[in-house]
């Protein structure tokens, strides 16, 4: 992706998320200066990998593949006292663009995918076949703010704002904005996120993608802290 493209992806989503009255920490706002002055006190927030992160998921093609996140909290899967054994991001996605993050599954993460507003959010589930494919003759069981359903497989499940659905390890799984019915705000409260090793794409796909630097950066990716 250009840096370009990130960048006024960032401030679209800084936009949205204001006009929801949605303020994200401090540092979603600092610029590639502010993180070197603040680099003595910012371990953690680096080791968590919170912050932004803009992705097309190697397709080259960010209005239908792709997605503006915000890390806002994680624990470590390293931190063998488990003293944070959680989660929680925003996940902004452009109906007018029909983004959409890729099919994936998670081995270890439990996530709750939240519509926090602005849109529909329309996710479409599988369970894994036994080959690692994608089970296309299995219905599948979700649960929605606590209560049990059960969709056809692939089926589009449509979450109106202040709703959710939990999705379970092992459960082929991906999610866009309903075209036409609003920028969309999604929240996601899950186990620690290890965005490096648990993301599990049922097509070939990259989670973190070469940016060309053709401006300069805004505010840098949440995989880049060690390059600024
Ligand atoms: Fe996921």
């Given at each position: 992706?250009?840096r370009?493209?990130?960048?006024?992806a960032?401030?679209?989503?800084?936009?949205?998320?204001?006009?929801y009255?949605?303020t994200?920490?401090e540092?979603?706002?600092?610029?590639?200066?502010?993180?070197?002055?603040?680099?003595?006190?910012?371990?953690?927030?680096?080791?968590?990998?919170?912050?932004?992160?803009?992705?097309?998921?190697?397709?080259?093609?960010?209005?239908?593949?792709?997605?503006?996140?915000f890390?806002?909290?994680?624990?470590?899967?390293?931190d063998?006292?488990?003293k944070?054994?959680?989660?929680?991001?925003y996940i902004?996605l452009d109906?007018t663009?029909?983004?959409?993050l890729?099919?994936?599954?998670?081995?270890?993460?439990?996530e709750?995918i939240?519509n926090?507003g602005?849109?529909v959010?329309?996710?479409?589930?599988?369970?894994?076949?036994?080959?690692?494919?994608?089970?296309?003759e299995?219905d599948i069981?979700?649960?929605q703010?606590?209560?049990?359903?059960t969709?056809k497989?692939?089926?589009p499940?449509?979450?109106?704002?202040?709703?959710?659905?939990?999705?379970?390890?092992y459960?082929?799984?991906r999610?866009y904005?309903?075209?036409?019915?609003g920028?969309?705000?999604?929240?996601?409260?899950?186990?620690?996120n290890d965005?490096?090793?648990?993301?599990?794409?049922l097509y070939?796909?990259?989670?973190?993608?070469?940016?060309?630097?053709?401006?300069a950066?805004?505010?840098?990716?949440?995989?880049?802290?060690?390059n600024i």
């Open positions: 992706m250009k370009s493209e990130i960048n006024a960032i401030v679209t989503a800084k936009k949205r998320l204001e006009e009255r949605i994200l920490p540092f979603a706002y600092w610029s590639v200066e502010d993180w070197k002055s603040k680099w003595d006190v910012t371990g953690r927030i680096r080791e968590r990998m919170l912050g932004w992160d803009v992705s097309d998921f190697g397709s080259d093609d960010f209005d239908t593949m792709g997605a503006v996140l890390t806002v909290r994680n624990g470590d899967k390293n063998t006292e488990n944070a054994p959680y989660a929680e991001k902004l109906d663009k029909e983004q959409s890729p099919f994936h599954y998670h081995i270890d993460k439990t709750d939240i926090r602005g849109g959010m329309v996710v479409e589930m599988f369970n894994k076949a036994e080959d690692g494919k994608e089970d296309r299995n069981v979700v649960y703010d606590g209560i049990r359903h969709y497989p692939g089926e499940i449509y979450v109106t704002p202040g709703n959710s659905i939990t999705i379970e390890p459960m082929y799984h999610f904005a309903q075209k036409g019915k920028y969309l705000i999604c929240g996601e409260v899950s186990k620690v965005d490096n090793c648990d993301n599990i794409f070939p796909q990259s989670r973190f993608i070469p940016v060309e630097e053709d401006e950066i805004l505010h840098p990716l949440v995989n880049e802290y060690d």
